[in-house]
């Protein structure tokens, strides 16, 4: 089946430094990749919405000099956390588009300290 | 706008009990429907979608759910539920799968298994 493989699955960095998240589709063409963020025990809020080769479109209220999401090639997208805060520590999904469905990453829980 | 809405942030349940996972959804459009476990510090598993085929749909895992137009209504059920169901559950809607067409997630639901 379709697989999406996000790395790393945990980070830990300090204040003010910048973190990069990958998503991978394995075995197929990812040309829609959405970015999700998720606060313990909550619901998954969508921030953004990457097509391959164009910007990202960004949900109402996330900052996109803060979360930079790049979608070059249609197997890759990645999220830059830049100059991260500890309110940004959070866990971050992707998700991809495939044939009528949608397969996630496994998340990466990033802790900013 | 889509909307998903769970009822009830946490659900318990004895081993061999039935699980009963309530979702209900807003839609202007013909809904898909889905169902996502997650357990912790994991990605979202897919447990079973309605895109606007049999109304019964069966999952993996012995889930299955059922779409009632009629009362907006997407629940998942359980026959009888394992310790190793012990997660939280998400119902999602789109509408319109596999296109740029996002996914709107309920607030989750956690199902807790007892001995």
């Known amino acids: 089946g379709a697989v999406v493989s996000q790395h790393p699955s945990w980070v830990i960095c300090k204040s003010g430094t910048s973190v990069k998240i990958e998503c991978r589709s394995l075995?197929?063409?990812?040309?829609?990749m959405f970015w999700y963020r998720q606060f313990p025990k909550q619901s998954l809020m969508l921030m953004a919405t990457?097509?391959?080769?164009?910007?990202?479109?960004?949900e109402q209220g996330v900052e996109k000099d803060k979360f930079l999401i790049n979608h070059a090639s249609l197997t890759l997208s990645t999220l830059t956390v830049t100059s991260a805060h500890p309110e940004d520590s959070s866990f971050y999904i992707c998700?991809?588009?495939?044939?009528?469905?949608?397969?996630f990453g496994s998340g990466t829980r990033l802790t900013v300290v | 706008a889509q909307s998903v809405t769970q009822l009830g942030s946490h659900v318990s349940v004895s081993e061999g009990a039935l699980v009963l996972l309530r979702c209900n959804y807003s839609?202007?459009?013909?809904?898909?429907l889905f169902w996502y476990v997650q357990y912790p510090n994991q990605g979202l598993q897919l447990l079973l979608k309605?895109?606007?085929?049999?109304?019964l749909v069966k999952g993996i895992n012995g889930f299955e759910a059922e779409f009632k137009k009629s009362e907006t209504s997407f629940h998942l059920t359980k026959p009888s539920a394992h310790m190793s169901d012990a997660a939280e559950y998400f119902c999602?809607?789109?509408?319109?799968?596999?296109?740029?067409?996002?996914?709107?997630f309920g607030t989750g639901t956690r199902l807790q298994v007892t001995l």
């Open positions: 309605y895109t606007s085929a049999a109304t």
């Open positions: 999602a809607v789109s509408d319109h799968p596999g296109t740029a067409s996002k996914l709107t």
């Open positions: 075995d197929f063409q990812a040309t829609t």
């Open positions: 998700s991809a588009t495939n044939r009528g469905g949608y397969t």
């Open positions: 839609s202007s459009v013909p809904p898909y």
């Open positions: 990457s097509n391959e080769g164009s910007k990202a479109t960004y």
